[in-house]
């Protein structure tokens, strides 16, 4: 378990127009792949996540914007629980679809 | 704010004065549905017309008997969801024979306009800066209903009814 | 040959100009909504019960959009349409669904009003599949069909969804309502875990009438529906429905989401007086503004007149040569093919779970195959079932062997309709936002442990659903074994319930003891029906045994060790 403050955070929502699942990425811009995401600190994740709020609101860009905790394992990020790995990767029982499918 | 009435902006005659601050003698106000619970007495001999808000946890019973002693009943929807309102206001005219006006204030969407004239309704106080349009077109959208109510429809054929509502 | 022309339609409400109008405005309408949203005007707070009243959700991937499917009832022609669909805007495939409705998973904001009018198209729309209004109106998946059958169902289901169709008092409820109506003899519709339930009966005189079961449903508190009128006559049929929604509408708490459903009311206010609020309601509605004529009932009736039968010999010689000669149709026979009213014709059902497949889901190529078999051999009629798979109700028992050949070459001849592998998976953590656990793969594996039909009709009549949280659309507390998946810190665990019963012997399954993991729960699955086999006595259900035995027995197997 890593200490509560060494957890790193990625943002997330919904596009507003098709629903698809997108992330924050370093700059502010929202992308499609996790491994694009901006990777925050606790403290980095709750400014940015107040202004991707306000932002993918005002633009009518996003919908259900959150933060979710992320772990390093072997160097490679993942989303802790198993809920943002499937919305990161797509279905666990369809592996041809969602965006395991276009990696 | 602005008045929703007919499918349009409207004149409002009425104001809304909150408890504690004194009730004008010379033109159309609403009070407290609680205001009038407690003060009832000092409206006795009022000429001009008296109107009433109700939230939304109030029913149509709770003001009932006193129904002839108001021109307006205005009910509230704390959250546009809340649909309470739309049971009162039937309530109001089908069992309680209420034939004043019926407002909606609160949260409430053009989307759900064409439902409060169908239930009872007589007017909307919308939010302001609220687009006009919407207002209007929420009631000529949809011209079929598939259940009376109270507003005036007229059978169609089966379950259906025409809606003839576009003001 | 019982080809019936597309346009035909038999058994299913046909729409007319004035109904094509409705549905044409509705889609322009949410349209403009989308429009409205999109620049802004509308709040996503505000769009959001908009765009679930049409069907529309926001779920983990992408919108899910769910298309009603009338009381599980369609033709070819709108499956063959859903197929479209599905190719254009989804991935290819759908997923039928406990409410017998289809779900697809992939649909994009922008494009669902064109999905809409493509609906339209072939008299079908998505309206109040969601939302916290009257929801489609679910029935018995044999209705019209049934030997048991005492009033055909759709008659009354379709009413109610005229009736319920934009309500302008009863769209914002405090939450949403179910109804189910069985108007046969068994109940295979779940009437008592209904929001209302409703017995289609008939009296002495031959007159059509409806028992009323109120404040049942699964969920966080399950509550089996409650008696509430013996006997509701047809004419008052829906001034009745009308003063139990109003004294919901107006005393169901909105406080609280998970204290919304009419069911905690019911409980809250207690049976009398819930009970006398309704009365008193019914006594003033019940005039002539709310009763409902016979003529249009009849009128109704008449999209439901039952399609041209041939006249035919009870029992077919050609069924019974093929079943001596091939076994595993014999065994799908056995399984899957019910007993019709029409002399020589038989309901067959279409399992839509195959060993290891994911419940409930279909191929857009295995929708166009349905559609041609239902024109070939079911009067171009088909249904879905709340156990979510396709009915084709109408077949000659002369055609079975041919359509079994043709199902089973494309994986579609599944034999187990009843049984330990007709799995209830709701979509769990792999589609849903709620979703606590993944519902998926554990019935996969489960049906996969127990592919064997041998095995399986050995083990006989016992139904596994699963839900992925407490919200409960797998029905998991009504299963015979429920499984309801749980998060532990992080990790999915799986809770096992015994003893939940949807028929008429309404009963919610107890939990037999602490969650397990994936694995551990498929091993005590096994477990459990291994004991059951040990345990029973001739011609005892696993329900039966469990009744006579108790938990004990199945308990110890399992959590021995610890
Ligand atoms: S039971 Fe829960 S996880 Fe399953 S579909 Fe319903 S809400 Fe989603």
New binding site residues.
Partial sequence: MPSPDGTLHAITANRLRDGVVVFLAAGGAWVESFADAALLTKAEAEPALAAAKAQADGDQFGVDVYAFEVERADGTAQPVKMRERIRALGPSVRLDLGKQAAA | MPLIENGRIGEDAWSFIPDGEPVPNDRPVIISYERWQSDRASFDGRNARLGVRLKSGTLAGAIAPDLDRFALVALEFPKFRDGRGFSTARELRERYGYTGEIRAVGHVIPDQYQFLVRTGFTSVEAPEGTNPTSWANALSEITVAFQPSLDETEPLSLLRRNLGLAG | MNHIAPGARAGIYHYDAIDRRFVGERVEQFRKQVDRRLAGELTEEEFKPIRLMNGLYLQLHAYMLRIAVPYGVMSAVQLRKLAEIGRTYDKGYGHFTTRQNLQYNWIKLEDTPAILNALADVDMHALQTSGNCVRNVTTDQFVGAAKDEVVDGRVYAEILRQWTTLHPEFTYLPRKFKIAISGAVSDRAAVRVHDVGLLARRNEAGEAGFTFYVGGGLGRSPFIGKLVREWVAEEDFVAYLEAILRVYNQYGRRDNIYKARIKILVHELGLEKFKAEVEEEFARLRGPKYRLDPAIVAEIRTHFAPPPFEELPETSEALARAKAENPAFANWVAVNVAEHKAPGYAIATISLKPPGGIPGDATCDQMDLIADLAERYSFGELRVSHVQNIVLAHVKQDDLFALWQQLDAAGLGTANAGLIGDII?????D???????R?IPLAQALSARFADPVRQRTIGELGIKI????????H?HVGAIGIL?VDKKGTEFYQITVGGDPTLTTAIGDILGPALTEEETVDAIEAIVEVYLAHRTEGERFLDTLARVGHGPFKERIYAAD
């Fill in positions: 998976a709701c979509p769990g953590l589609y849903c936002a709620l979703a606590n656990a519902s839900s992925g949280c407490i919200n409960a659309c797998g998991h998946g």
